[in-house]
């Protein structure tokens, strides 16, 4: 074997580093995906005590009310959650705003997106949503996940982020570049988090009492309408507060001037829409909103800061596989690795028993049969017997729930192996269609911020950039290279990436619209 070939920790070659293991290329991730595994729970474990990502952040209390409607159908035509289809209960959240790069101590104005994790304790147990601003992600499979984040993190040797580990990434991944369009733009410098969106990125199910399903995105949208910053006005917050943001909710909310956010839903039916020109389990394209409209299901109010934040946001652990019943999980592939990886930090992190610690704990008893590990301080409320810590058994310990309502069970089949999402025919549409919709300030600010970062990378990065940004918009592959004083004809004569279909060149016209800015939640529904 070359010394240059890729390896696991065990010395195994390396054949894929870029898919799951799936039933069928749109279907679920399988548990014997040894080498994610091995992947991930390494990457969980490189920082202590920090969070490896989202470790600058703060966060509140509050309460989430349904309207118990979808739409104009009762909420429970489409969800059995009680959570969403009960009115008149107030359900207690805990929401985490962060940012994702950085250290604990970074700066709120850092070009990044933010983390939007929502804690629900309902009445069914803990239900958490971990979300983001921006309703997009960078990459579509779980497994780059710790190669993405390595590359945008400080180089392992000057200890500073680099423009061109950055973009030697993204260039080999043109999936990232509508999210790259977003955050390059002011919406990658929320103003603060009372004015910022919150999404799932991640493709959920709802499922009601019949056991029919739905897709779902979830969405937050700000009654404050939506507020972001050019790179200038980021540097004269930051020159004079490293963290604004976290100051401007707490000090809202001791004032009474409660952030409120409106949650709403997009709707798909539960089966692949070969009639769409993207996967609709693809975490890095966006539903149109004009064919998938924000549906209000309610509205999330935060009223009460921590009164230690080191026990209730340091210590807040949150985990994308946490769902209550009539919340499911589609076989998106990010979505089925963070599963994983989420709850598994926190064990790392925070240790085996974080769940028993009050701002994680559910509302109702845990009973369990789970005992013992690090910093255990009680234990789970036992059944008749508590001796009996196994199930089943006829000595009184706990048994198991009564069904009351109709399971589930979608229909899986496909070969074993390792794909490629080849049902996005173009990476560079939604991209163009987006550096299209920004208004002049958000364009010309994404310009400069481009523009700065080619200086600074080699060549031969910077060139493949521009050409990937020429095939998304040729303005916008034509204003990079020009402002870089790079040789646009050098760009475009690039050959396509090598195992990457060709672009189709998009062109202005596209039926994807942007929402309005600024205003109520229903105006900024916002983009």
Same mark, same amino acid.
């Given at each position: 074997?070359?010394?240059?070939?890729?390896?696991?920790?065990?010395?195994?070659?390396?054949?894929?580093?870029?898919?799951?293991?799936?039933?069928? !290329?749109?279907?679920?991730?399988?548990?014997?995906?040894?080498?994610?595994?091995?992947?991930?729970?390494?990457?969980?474990?490189?920082?202590?005590?920090?969070?490896?990502?989202?470790?600058?952040?703060?966060?509140?209390?509050?309460? @989430? !009310?349904?309207?118990?409607?979808? $739409?104009?159908?009762?909420?429970?035509?489409?969800?059995? &959650?009680?959570?969403?289809?009960?009115?008149?209960?107030?359900?207690?959240?805990?929401?985490?705003?962060?940012?994702?790069?950085?250290?604990?101590?970074?700066?709120?104005?850092?070009?990044?997106?933010?983390?939007?994790?929502?804690?629900?304790?309902?009445?069914?147990?803990?239900?958490?949503?971990?979300?983001?601003?921006?309703?997009?992600?960078?990459?579509?499979? /779980?497994?780059?996940?710790?190669?993405?984040?390595?590359?945008?993190?400080?180089?392992?040797?000057?200890?500073?982020?680099?423009?061109?580990?950055?973009?030697?990434?993204?260039?080999?991944?043109?999936?990232?570049?509508?999210?790259?369009?977003?955050?390059?733009?002011?919406? #990658?410098?929320? /103003?603060?988090?009372?004015?910022?969106?919150?999404?799932?990125?991640?493709?959920?199910?709802?499922?009601? %009492?019949? #056991?029919?399903?739905?897709?779902?995105? @979830?969405? @937050?949208?700000?009654?404050?309408?939506?507020?972001?910053?050019?790179? #200038?006005?980021?540097?004269?917050?930051?020159?004079?507060?490293?963290?604004?943001?976290?100051? %401007?909710?707490?000090?809202?909310?001791?004032?009474?001037?409660?952030?409120?956010?409106?949650?709403?839903?997009?709707?798909?039916?539960?089966?692949?829409?070969?009639?769409?020109?993207?996967?609709?389990?693809?975490?890095t394209k966006r539903w149109p909103e004009?064919?998938?409209?924000?549906?209000?299901?309610?509205?999330?109010?935060?009223?009460?800061?921590?009164?230690?934040?080191?026990?209730?946001?340091?210590?807040?652990? +949150?985990?994308?596989?946490?769902?209550?019943? $009539?919340?499911?999980?589609?076989?998106?592939?990010?979505?089925?690795?963070?599963?994983?990886?989420?709850?598994?930090?926190?064990?790392y992190r925070v240790g085996a028993n974080?769940?028993?610690?009050?701002?994680?704990?559910? &509302?109702?008893?845990?009973?369990?049969?789970?005992?013992?590990g690090q910093m255990a301080y009680h234990?789970?409320?036992?059944?008749?017997?508590?001796?009996?810590?196994?199930?089943?058994?006829?000595?009184? $310990?706990?048994?198991?729930?009564?069904?009351?309502?109709?399971?589930?069970?979608?229909?899986?089949?496909?070969?074993?192996?390792?794909?490629?999402?080849?049902?996005?025919?173009?990476?560079?549409?939604?991209?163009?269609?987006?550096?299209?919709? +920004?208004?002049?300030?958000?364009?010309?600010?994404?310009?400069?911020?481009?523009?700065?970062?080619?200086?600074?990378?080699?060549?031969?990065?910077?060139?493949?950039?521009?050409?990937?940004?020429?095939?998304?918009?040729?303005?916008?592959?034509?204003?990079?290279?020009?402002?870089?004083?790079?040789?646009?004809?050098?760009?475009?004569?690039?050959?396509?990436?090598?195992?990457?279909?060709?672009?189709?060149?998009?062109?202005?016209?596209?039926?994807?619209?942007?929402?309005?800015?600024? $205003?109520?939640?229903?105006?900024?529904?916002?983009?």
């Amino acid at each position: 074997m070359s010394d240059g070939q890729l390896t696991t920790r065990q010395g195994h070659p390396v054949y894929d580093n870029q898919s799951l293991r799936s039933v069928g !290329e749109r279907g679920p991730a399988t548990l014997e995906n040894y080498q994610f595994i091995e992947k991930i729970t390494h990457f969980d474990r490189e920082r202590i005590p920090e969070r490896v990502v989202h470790a600058r952040g703060t966060g509140a209390h509050g309460y @989430f !009310e349904p309207y118990g409607r979808i $739409g104009d159908q009762p909420a429970a035509t489409y969800t059995r &959650a009680k959570v969403l289809t009960r009115t008149g209960v107030r359900t207690p959240v805990f929401i985490r705003f962060s940012t994702v790069i950085g250290s604990k101590d970074s700066p709120e104005t850092a070009r990044d997106p933010r983390g939007f994790a929502i804690k629900f304790k309902t009445e069914e147990g803990v239900w958490d949503l971990v979300g983001n601003n921006l309703k997009v992600f960078f990459i579509r499979d /779980a497994i780059k996940f710790p190669d993405m984040i390595h590359a945008f993190k400080p180089d392992p040797v000057s200890n500073r982020q680099e423009p061109w580990r950055f973009y030697d990434f993204v260039m080999h991944h043109p999936e990232s570049l509508h999210m790259v369009t977003w955050v390059k733009s002011p919406w #990658g410098i929320p /103003a603060d988090y009372r004015h910022m969106q919150g999404s799932s990125v991640n493709t959920y199910k709802l499922v009601n %009492d019949q #056991g029919e399903a739905w897709l779902c995105k @979830f969405s @937050f949208e700000p009654r404050l309408g939506v507020r972001n910053l050019t790179s #200038g006005e980021a540097a004269e917050i930051q020159a004079r507060d490293v963290g604004h943001a976290t100051r %401007d909710l707490h000090d809202a909310i001791e004032r009474g001037d409660f952030p409120e956010w409106e949650m709403c839903v997009q709707l798909m039916s539960d089966d692949a829409h070969p009639e769409l020109d993207f996967d609709p389990l693809d975490d890095t394209k966006r539903w149109p909103e004009d064919r998938f409209p924000l549906l209000p299901v309610g509205r999330v109010v935060l009223d009460r800061n921590p009164s230690n934040f080191f026990a209730e946001v340091e210590q807040a652990a +949150f985990g994308t596989g946490v769902l209550v019943d $009539g919340i499911d999980f589609s076989d998106d592939k990010m979505l089925q690795g963070r599963t994983l990886s989420y709850s598994d930090t926190q064990r790392y992190r925070v240790g085996a028993n974080y769940l028993q610690l009050p701002v994680n704990a559910p &509302a109702t008893p845990a009973r369990t049969n789970q005992r013992d590990g690090q910093m255990a301080y009680h234990v789970d409320a036992a059944g008749e017997n508590p001796r009996v810590n196994y199930e089943p058994s006829s000595m009184g $310990g706990l048994r198991e729930t009564d069904r009351t309502a109709r399971e589930y069970h979608p229909w899986v089949e496909g070969h074993l192996g390792r794909y490629q999402t080849t049902r996005t025919a173009d990476d560079y549409r939604q991209a163009g269609d987006r550096y299209r919709s +920004f208004d002049e300030r958000e364009r010309d600010d994404l310009i400069a911020n481009l523009v700065e970062d080619m200086k600074a990378c080699p060549e031969h990065i910077a060139l493949r950039m521009v050409w990937h940004f020429w095939h998304c918009d040729e303005d916008y592959g034509r204003r990079v290279a020009e402002g870089a004083g790079l040789d646009l004809e050098k760009a475009r004569a690039l050959p396509p990436l090598p195992g990457k279909p060709p672009p189709g060149r998009n062109r202005p016209g596209s039926t994807y619209t942007s929402g309005k800015r600024e $205003g109520t939640a229903s105006q900024a529904a916002a983009e």
